[in-house]
């Protein structure tokens, strides 16, 4: 698996010293106001540093405190929301290495646009003055100008630039593999390419904007959670003004500063600081997984998904079926059988006649005929036949037998000129006609379909030998995997073009928990209508056009990227190494980001207890000295207290962006032991971490005498 | 405290815990339209009603239609009282010859009446006719218990309901909720307390000559009738100034063991009715343990505070450590004892109840602190009849939303995805509580008119102040006493807070209702955040405990707190 961009490290240097600079220009009003949390504290840093001046220019502390401690808390605010933008900053700054990379390939090219499909009317004119439906001609060695689809001619493309796959990749006319991105190269031949996205819109541009956080819009969760925070900062916001009067009342004055310091420390400026962060990164974390997610929502839905649609076929199996057994008919023995599959299947490349071969040669130790110099005629294999084969003349037949060298059981026994077919059950059938098949053969047929294989048949001389067992082979530990998800609440279902028989005994072996047989697009599009009529969320992945409305339907539609341009507008994500089985990853990435989001929200509301026991003692203890033993972590002073407590506020958004970032460790599990172990690790660590955190920073503070 | 009196909160607690399944089943075939055993004869008068007022009981309401009904109910409601208390001295039924409410006492009374909060600025002896007491009263009693149970079951239906536009229908639920639940058990109890010497009739006061051979005016009246209901519909206004401390509205340790059970009875149950009707029991289980676990340390903090002597008496050698009084007696009745006054002042704040059968002013700070904490959580430790469920919903809503994030999913609670609206809304309910307690106490305490009222300076002032607008806002009516609430500064100002704390609240829960019937239902998995279970049950209460305490920590550690700690404890 290539992992383009592997090489950004969490906290590159440059990227942290350009993210400095974003992180002050972000202090703009119109960018604070995004985030209410924020934007109280900026306001309160305002505040504070409006009445340390003052205090400077009358010479007088009219705020009740010692202007020293009112400089430092200033600072120290605009400390908080410096950090949090450059938290932002800094993900952004990822976003945009990514992004980098993807522009180099932008660079201008000029494009032969011409008026019609053979090729009247060229012209050369900027790439980036193309249109959709503007038509353009791209030879070998020439960079493809924009997306758009295959009109006319086939070429092999690298396509590495956006995949980082180095291998080329057909693309041709018609058909599912049609659709070509902008920016990548025709390594061979000549295609006419019909433009389908305008200036600005295309596949490549809005990689860029996404991965870089510039379009990026709040997800709904997001504006979920940012409503919460929002509600807490205005009930902090009661608790704070009021208590002004509470304190009247209680016959000492509060400093404006200092309760300004206690609103800061209270609303979750934790989480509202490192909020978008974790957005940013969530989306970045799938682009360096080569996914390219189309919108945040889609990886927030992937968090949520119920039932996965798997295709069989590369997914759960490898692409290939494989020669498992030879099962001859009655009256004909194995060897017979395995020698006529082993001849037929000679010049045969497919991965299938391949492992016919070498089947044949471990059970029967058969050796191998050069089928050039064999002097025997090979039939392939043609859409109209549906067979393949070979044509021995007596000759050749007798050659061969010599030169089968020594050795028992290894001489093919070759009489009379002959030939040799195979195929699928109904094209040999037709071949020898109804007297060359014999009655068992319906049976093994039969029962290589039960066992989800697919049976080729082996006729010789117009007689039927036997049976070729063609298995699917499950791909190795996909069964744990479907395991995995069982445990982590997703259902898996298999789709597969196969009859009920043979998927099922797939579905069995692998390990799935549903299969969906004799599919069609519409019985796929049926099915996760059903799922979701249920309430469920569904998650696909497919690549030809028929795919496009099952994958518009999905919650999460997966596009591989070798897929045709219908598809890949219709899928939510398009998956750069066409990597089905990357959906459960997908899915794992998008419960990574919402946790990550649950586990800051409460450590963050969790601190604030121990912040109270900071700074309320210090603030009251002036009117009840009994209040002292409030003061449980012992802290120096009254402004000492204060001062750790918006330091620790400050430098913890900081201490966490590598964890915002990276999001919280994801293991597959259930939900219940899932949370019980965050509910520790970020609740009760929530709970402690701040007294250890204030009362170093106290000692500190102390220690140099900064109040 | 003695070993009785822990035998006695035990055996409290297991009646309360034994009744809850079947008074909860019993209201969910209420609610679900279904047959009970009380169908044959209140059928024929649940149908009378609908063809008099002319409600089709086949047609169900969106929640705005819910909401309207509910509201222009209440308005009538409060503008009938207010009438009734304005006018009394001209209506029938006025033995004693009372006069005319002041406008703001009557405003005050009104809303606190038909809110089901029962806050008293009054002594109901000497301020109400009989006519006032049982049309006015005793009427709201009844249908604002049933409001509260019918905001209830229409946010349940909102649970229980997949793709659905209605939550009910308005008329029906409070009608059902008062002919089928609250007036049976009403009846049953008005007999019982009328067999324990409750008086329940119309003469007028008589005058007893005492053995010292003064005059003492004795009052009397319909009182059973009215005692009843205050107890099941979680009101608390009292027939009598001294609510259940009078011996005639709690003659006896049997007539208080009822009454007690009574102040949670219906609440508890509607924990099972909850997870009744929404399918699934362990959900209604887990939210009875989660309330189950706050009462009981809530009742163990109080017992364990009033059972220790006050050190001011212990100072002067009045009292000791294990002393005859058997711990802090000041303000409790000799009848009922330590055990009995605590397990009634948290279990009356805990429910919005406000019954009260001791002086809460005169509890010590951490045993007075107790009850008022209660109240400014909202009032969810099984809370008032129906309000207390779906205030708890709204931290529900904020457990899940917040926790269960942390299991990789989109929020959902009982296969509902909460979202943007619903938190929103949660939110605004949460920030209810926190205004109307916070800005009314505030402004109280700078305001010459709210000071005024004070009776005790420093930190205890300050919980008093705090208590009164903690008990308005959390609609629950019981008063610390000692602040002096009957002018038209306080009066107002907490009529106002009652106002908001109740439909503020209502609002938003009923606009909840109304976007998760909308909603398609997402089926459990082993994915779901789990809602039933310890953990649930550990992670609710401590949001609970956290949200609530990081509220008012800063206001309690100046009242309470800061008055504990200068009393200090007897060693």
Redesign the interface.
């Known amino acids: 698996m290539i992992h383009r961009s592997s090489e950004i490290s969490l906290l590159d240097a440059g990227i942290a010293a350009q993210a400095v600079g974003v992180a002050f220009r972000k202090l703009d009003p119109r960018e604070l106001v995004r985030n209410p949390v924020i934007f109280v504290t900026a306001a309160a840093a305002v505040l504070t540093t409006v009445l340390f001046v003052r205090d400077l220019v009358t010479g007088v502390p009219s705020t009740g405190s010692d202007p020293a401690v009112v400089g430092q808390i200033a600072a120290w605010l605009w400390f908080t929301v410096l950090f949090a933008n450059f938290a932002e900053a800094i993900a952004e700054g990822r976003g945009k290495a990514q992004a980098a990379s993807l522009r180099k390939s932008k660079t201008e090219t000029p494009a032969r646009k011409v008026s019609s499909i053979d090729g009247a009317g060229e012209q050369q004119v900027p790439a980036a003055s193309l249109r959709a439906n503007d038509l353009v001609v791209v030879e070998a060695g020439e960079v493809i100008p924009g997306d758009g689809d295959v009109v006319a001619g086939i070429a092999t493309v690298d396509e590495s630039a956006i995949t980082g796959e180095s291998a080329p990749v057909i693309r041709e006319s018609g058909g599912d593999r049609s659709a070509v991105t902008g920016g990548t190269r025709v390594v061979s031949d000549r295609i006419v390419v019909r433009i389908t996205v305008n200036p600005g819109e295309s596949f490549l541009d809005r990689m860029i904007g996404l991965v870089e956080g510039a379009k990026r819009q709040k997800t709904p969760n997001e504006i979920a959670l940012n409503i919460l925070l929002a509600g807490l900062t205005i009930i902090f916001l009661v608790v704070v003004v009021t208590l002004e009067s509470f304190a009247q009342y209680s016959g000492v004055t509060l400093p404006v500063v200092y309760l300004a310091a206690l609103l800061i420390t209270l609303i979750p400026t934790t989480i509202g600081g490192l909020l978008s962060a974790i957005g940013i990164a969530g989306m970045d974390r799938l682009v360096r997984f080569n996914v390219i997610a189309k919108s945040g929502r889609a990886v927030e839905a992937a968090g949520d998904i119920d039932t996965l649609l798997l295709d069989k076929t590369g997914t759960i199996t490898l692409g290939n079926r494989q020669a498992a057994e030879f099962l001859p008919v009655a009256a004909v023995n194995e060897r017979e059988l395995a020698e006529a599959a082993f001849l037929a299947s000679l010049a045969d490349d497919t991965p299938e006649g391949k492992s016919i071969v070498v089947l044949a040669r471990q059970k029967f130790g058969l050796h191998s005929v050069d089928p050039a110099t064999s002097g025997f005629t090979f039939v392939p294999f043609t859409a109209q036949t549906r067979m393949s084969g070979v044509d021995i003349p007596a000759a050749a037949g007798a050659g061969a037998a010599s030169s089968s060298g020594s050795g028992a059981g290894s001489t093919l026994t070759l009489d009379d000129p002959t030939s040799i077919r195979k195929g699928a059950v109904d094209a040999i059938t037709r071949h020898v006609g109804a007297d060359g098949s014999p009655r068992d053969l319906k049976q093994i047929v039969e029962r290589v379909a039960r066992a989800g294989g697919t049976p080729l048949v082996v006729a010789k001389g117009g007689r039927v030998l036997g049976v070729i067992h063609l298995k699917d082979i499950v791909k190795p530990a996909i069964r744990e995997r479907f395991a995995t998800l069982r445990e982590m609440g997703i259902r898996t279902v298999m789709v597969t073009g196969d009859n009920p028989l043979t998927a099922a005994s797939i579905a069995a072996e692998a390990g799935v928990d549903d299969f969906l047989a004799e599919a069609t697009p519409e019985r796929k599009l049926e099915l996760i209508r059903s799922e979701q009529a249920e309430g469920k969320l569904v998650a696909m992945c497919g690549d030809g056009s028929n795919d496009a409305p099952a994958l518009a339907q999905a919650d999460v539609g997966v596009a591989m990227n070798t897929g045709t341009q219908a598809a890949r507008e219709a899928g939510n994500m398009v998956d750069l190494e066409s990597d089905p089985t990357k959906l459960i990853e997908i899915v794992m990435i998008g419960k990574q980001l919402l946790m990550s989001r649950g586990a800051l929200t409460t450590f963050s509301i969790a601190n604030d207890v121990a912040k109270y026991f900071a700074i309320i003692p210090a603030l009251f203890v002036a009117a009840y000295p009994q209040l002292a033993v409030l003061n449980v972590m012992g802290l120096g002073s009254s402004s000492s207290a204060i001062l750790s407590a918006i330091i620790f506020n400050a430098l913890i958004i900081v201490a966490l962006i590598p964890l915002a970032l990276k999001g919280v460790r994801y293991r597959p599990a259930p939900a219940a032991s899932l949370l019980r172990r965050n509910l520790l690790v970020y609740g009760l660590g929530g709970l402690i971490v701040p007294f250890i955190g204030i009362k170093i920073i106290d000692l500190a503070v102390n220690a140099f005498g900064l109040a | 405290m003695d070993s009785s009196g822990l035998i006695q909160i035990v055996l409290y607690l297991v009646l309360l815990t034994a009744l809850t399944p079947i008074i909860g089943e019993y209201m969910a075939r209420v609610f679900s339209g279904g047959k009970t055993v009380a169908s044959r004869v209140i059928g024929p008068l649940e149908r009378g009603i609908y063809r008099v007022c002319g409600v089709d009981p086949a047609r169900e309401q969106h929640w705005t239609g819910y909401a309207a009904s509910l509201l222009a109910f209440n308005l009538l409601g409060v503008l009938l009282l207010y009438a009734l208390l304005r006018l009394q001295a001209f209506l029938p039924l006025n033995p004693a010859g009372m006069t005319a409410m002041t406008p703001d006492l009557a405003f005050n009374t009104a809303v606190s009446f038909t809110t089901n909060t029962n806050w008293q600025s009054y002594s109901g002896e000497a301020a109400l006719s009989y006519l006032s007491q049982m049309a006015g009263l005793t009427v709201q009693n009844f249908v604002s218990a049933a409001t509260g149970m019918a905001v209830l079951v229409a946010l349940i239906r909102g649970f229980s309901r997949?793709s659905a536009r209605t939550v009910g229908n308005f008329w029906v639920d409070m009608v059902r909720a008062t002919l089928y639940v609250l007036l049976p058990l009403s009846i049953v109890t008005a007999l019982f307390l009328v067999w324990q010497g409750v008086p329940q009739n119309l003469n007028a006061y008589v005058t007893a000559e005492t053995v010292e051979g003064a005059q003492q005016v004795i009052a009397q009246g319909p009182a059973a009738s009215q005692i009843a209901i205050k107890q099941i519909g979680s009101n608390g206004g009292g027939f009598f100034g001294i609510n259940s401390a009078h011996p005639y509205e709690n003659p006896t340790p049997l007539s208080n063991l009822v009454e007690m059970l009574q102040l949670l009875l219906i609440a508890s149950g509607l924990t099972w009715t909850f997870g009744r009707m929404v399918g699934d029991l362990r959900q209604g289980v887990a939210l009875f343990a989660a309330m189950g676990l706050m009462l009981v340390v809530g009742i163990g903090v109080t017992a364990w505070a009033e059972g220790r002597p006050n050190p001011a008496m212990v100072a002067v050698g009045a009292d000791s450590l294990g002393g005859s009084l058997g711990g802090n007696m000041e303000g409790k009745e000799v009848r009922f004892g330590i055990a009995n006054s605590a397990l009634w002042a948290v279990a009356t704040t805990a429910a919005s109840n406000g019954s009260v059968n001791a002086m809460h002013d005169s509890f010590s700070a951490l045993g007075g602190m107790v009850p008022m904490v209660n109240m400014m959580l909202g009032e969810v430790v099984f809370g008032g009849v129906g309000a207390g469920l779906y205030g708890m919903m709204v931290y529900v809503l904020?457990a899940v939303?917040?926790?269960?994030?942390?299991?990789?999913?989109?929020p959902e609670y009982l296969?509902k995805k909460?979202?943007?609206k619903?938190?929103?809304l949660a939110?605004?309910a949460?920030?209810t509580t926190?205004?109307g307690i916070?800005?009314f106490?505030?402004?109280a305490?700078?305001v010459p008119a709210g000071?005024a009222g004070i009776q005790e300076p420093g930190?205890h002032?300050?919980s008093e102040v705090l208590y009164a607008y903690s008990s308005a806002t959390g609609n629950n009516g019981s008063a610390f006493g000692g602040y002096t609430a009957n002018a038209p500064y306080p009066n107002t100002t907490i009529a106002l807070a009652i106002l908001l704390g109740r439909f503020l609240v209502i609002l938003p829960v009923l606009a909840i209702a109304g976007a998760l019937a909308a909603k398609?239902?997402?089926?459990a998995?082993?994915?779901?955040?789990?809602t039933h279970?310890p953990?649930f049950v550990g992670?609710l209460v401590?949001t609970v405990v956290?949200?609530g305490?990081?509220?008012f920590?800063?206001?309690l550690?100046?009242g309470p707190?800061?008055e504990h700690?200068?009393t200090g404890v007897v060693p």
């Open positions: 997949r904020l939303f917040i926790a269960g994030l942390m299991v990789g999913r989109t296969g909460i979202e943007a619903e938190i929103k939110m605004f949460a920030l926190c205004f916070l800005v106490s505030a402004l305490l700078v000071l930190p002032g300050l398609k239902s997402v089926p998995s082993a994915g779901t955040f789990p279970g953990l992670l401590g956290i949200v305490g990081l509220t920590f800063p206001a550690s100046l707190i800061a700690l200068m």
